[in-house]
């Protein structure tokens, strides 16, 4: 999918989880106020936690969408990264205070004891964010956009929660530390995927080595330009999420002039860009030199 299709998917998928989220938090509140249960009105703020999260989204995506400038030749693309990294720590934070939380109740033997509405909010709950989450996955996954992504794991960050609650709700009365294990066990995993979703940002900050897919590809469509083989190597690529750059190396013939190696590296750009949607910019060598 093209990026002004990211972009749109990302606005749709920060107000959708804003609005749901908002009606959500206010209907978690009101069962915890009712209910006098703490857990549920943790739960809420938790919830309104994720509405900060996608706004987080929305003001990076149109951030993102803004054209190349003179300071910003690449454009601002990276913003996409630089908001699902924001968007990990949040989800660190919360994975931290659920952790926290957890390992207190267990230490003071605290169990909860919840009424019939909880327990219907609650359901309510998991359903809704877990809904939010493959929404948002579904979305990730045909754009490429690790922001929503970023977002569909705290969608799914409190669906978990609410699990916790759910299962604390049937079992308390039954082993008083239910509770406290399984949000210390949550709580690993979301640090785990916050580990992931801030390691694949960072990755692509960075800068990625091709896929060896992308290499065969223009190797084959560089071979079929020029069949005597240029030994393409040295491959990098630089992702600015609203376009790509890609660097390599070609080994032409000595005798060739300045201006037929120009032209061979030209051509070869011009079919990168036309067959690839890749911007690539080719440091021509002589045939047999190697890199020490």
Same mark, same amino acid.
């Given at each position: 999918?093209?990026?002004?299709?990211?972009?749109?998917?990302?606005?749709?998928?920060?107000?959708?989880?804003?609005?749901?989220?908002?009606?959500?938090?206010?209907?978690?509140?009101?069962?915890?106020?009712? =209910? !006098?249960?703490? &857990?549920?009105? $943790? #739960?809420? @703020? *938790?919830?309104? /936690?994720?509405?900060? %999260?996608?706004? +987080?989204?929305?003001?990076?995506?149109?951030?993102?969408?803004?054209?190349?400038?003179?300071?910003?030749?690449?454009?601002?693309?990276?913003?996409?990264?630089?908001?699902?990294?924001?968007?990990?720590?949040?989800?660190?934070?919360?994975?931290?205070?659920?952790?926290?939380?957890?390992?207190?109740?267990?230490?003071?033997?605290?169990?909860?004891?919840?009424?019939?509405?909880?327990?219907?909010?609650?359901?309510?709950?998991?359903?809704?964010?877990?809904?939010?989450?493959?929404?948002?996955?579904?979305?990730?996954?045909? =754009? !490429?956009?690790? &922001?929503?992504? $970023? #977002?569909? @794991? *705290?969608?799914? /960050?409190?669906?978990? %929660?609410?699990? +916790?609650?759910?299962?604390?709700?049937?079992?308390?009365?039954?082993?008083?530390?239910?509770?406290?294990?399984?949000?210390?066990?949550?709580?690993?995993?979301?640090?785990?995927?916050?580990?992931?979703?801030?390691?694949?940002?960072?990755?692509?900050?960075?800068?990625?080595?091709?896929?060896?897919?992308?290499?065969?590809?223009?190797?084959?469509?560089?071979?079929?330009?020029?069949?005597?083989?240029?030994?393409?190597?040295?491959?990098?690529?630089?992702?600015?999420?609203?376009?790509?750059?890609?660097?390599?190396?070609?080994?032409?013939?000595?005798?060739?002039?300045?201006?037929?190696? *120009?032209?061979?590296?030209?051509?070869?750009?011009?079919? +990168?860009?036309?067959?690839?949607?890749?911007?690539?910019?080719?440091?021509?060598?002589?045939?047999?030199?190697?890199?020490?």
């Amino acid at each position: 999918m093209d990026y002004k299709s990211s972009k749109k998917a990302g606005f749709a998928e920060g107000v959708v989880s804003v609005v749901v989220n908002t009606l959500l938090f206010a209907l978690k509140y009101w069962a915890g106020i009712v =209910t !006098g249960s703490l &857990a549920i009105v $943790a #739960d809420a @703020w *938790h919830t309104m /936690s994720d509405s900060i %999260s996608s706004l +987080v989204l929305i003001v990076a995506t149109a951030l993102s969408a803004r054209k190349p400038d003179k300071k910003h030749p690449f454009g601002h693309g990276r913003w996409e990264q630089i908001a699902a990294i924001f968007i990990g720590i949040i989800l660190a934070i919360i994975a931290y205070d659920f952790l926290k939380d957890s390992i207190l109740r267990l230490k003071e033997h605290t169990s909860v004891t919840f009424g019939t509405l909880a327990i219907v909010v609650t359901c309510i709950s998991i359903v809704v964010k877990e809904g939010l989450a493959q929404y948002a996955f579904r979305l990730a996954r045909k =754009t !490429g956009n690790i &922001a929503i992504k $970023a #977002d569909g @794991w *705290h969608h799914r /960050s409190d669906a978990l %929660s609410s699990v +916790v609650v759910l299962i604390g709700i049937l079992l308390a009365k039954y082993f008083w530390w239910m509770d406290s294990v399984l949000g210390i066990i949550i709580a690993l995993m979301l640090f785990y995927a916050t580990y992931t979703i801030i390691k694949e940002a960072i990755t692509k900050i960075l800068g990625e080595e091709p896929s060896d897919d992308i290499i065969k590809k223009i190797n084959d469509a560089v071979t079929e330009m020029y069949p005597e083989g240029l030994q393409l190597h040295h491959f990098h690529i630089h992702n600015y999420v609203t376009h790509q750059e890609m660097t390599f190396h070609i080994r032409l013939r000595g005798e060739l002039s300045l201006e037929e190696s *120009h032209s061979i590296a030209t051509a070869i750009e011009n079919m +990168v860009q036309e067959r690839f949607d890749i911007t690539s910019t080719i440091h021509v060598e002589p045939l047999g030199f190697e890199h020490p």
